[in-house]
């Protein structure tokens, strides 16, 4: 193996080990939510398996963290009556879901983007090295690198495609998140507006 083919193979491995060290972040977060347990970058990095290092090194990872880590609303159950601590709850668990998927679908627009920038750079390697090296034109090797090209150009469609629905996606469920949001608000301002319900019993005299 050339040796740049190994450093094409090296940075082909970094580039996936990365990919499943920020999925393995975001898993972490999800499953650390789902059990109520407390969301700190070193609890996530433990959970995760890496470095708080490498959460600080990525902006989007950082922010889930924090965001999963923000207390809910102070106002406690008892507060707030049965009912509106049953919204809240169900309503946290929707956001946190929501928030969850939102997050997974921003790694996979990151990851489809990465890819799509390896295929351009191996095209433009690819293209250069044939170029660089041609005293002439040899028909079997032209039609091998028109086919690769068309290969390449059809692997960058397909990838870019998957980041247009990966980005809608996102905006259905952004869209999801900010009804929810409007419908916890509304329930909430309609337990406050309704009076207790009060039984009354009528007295009866009773003579002896």
């Known amino acids: 193996m050339s040796s740049k083919?190994?450093?094409?193979?090296?940075?082909h491995y970094r580039a996936e080990q990365s990919q499943r060290k920020q999925q393995n972040v975001l898993q972490a977060i999800e499953d650390?939510?789902?059990?109520?347990?407390?969301?700190?970058?070193?609890?996530v990095s433990r959970a995760a398996q890496v470095s708080r290092e490498f959460i600080h090194s990525h902006h989007y990872l950082h922010s889930a963290v924090r965001q999963a880590a923000q207390p809910t609303q102070p106002r406690t159950a008892a507060a707030a009556g049965p009912a509106?601590?049953?919204?809240?709850?169900?309503?946290?668990?929707?956001?946190?879901m929501l928030l969850g998927r939102i997050e997974r679908q921003?790694?996979?627009?990151?990851?489809?983007?990465?890819?799509?920038?390896?295929?351009?750079?191996?095209?433009?390697?690819?293209?250069?090295?044939?170029?660089?090296?041609?005293?002439?034109?040899?028909?079997?090797?032209?039609?091998?690198?028109?086919?690769?090209?068309?290969?390449?150009?059809?692997?960058?469609?397909?990838l870019t495609r998957q980041v247009a629905e990966l980005r809608?996606?996102?905006?259905?469920?952004?869209?999801?998140?900010?009804a929810s949001r409007q419908a916890h608000?509304?329930?909430?301002?309609?337990?406050?507006?309704e009076p207790p319900a009060v039984i009354q019993f009528d007295r009866k005299t009773t003579r002896l």
């Open 106 to 158: 921003r790694a996979q627009i990151a990851e489809q983007q990465a890819r799509l920038q390896e295929h351009d750079l191996q095209r433009q390697r690819w293209f250069g090295a044939q170029l660089a090296g041609a005293q002439a034109v040899d028909p079997e090797a032209h039609a091998e690198l028109r086919t690769t090209n068309e290969r390449v150009i059809a692997d960058n469609m397909t």
């Open 168 to 178: 809608r996606l996102i905006n259905v469920l952004q869209g999801d998140l900010a």
């Open 84 to 96: 509106e601590a049953n919204v809240t709850r169900g309503l946290r668990a929707d956001r946190e």
């Open 185 to 193: 608000e509304e329930d909430l301002r309609i337990l406050q507006k």
């Open 32 to 43: 650390l939510t789902n059990d109520g347990k407390d969301i700190t970058i070193a609890s």
């Open 5 to 11: 083919k190994a450093v094409d193979a090296l940075r």
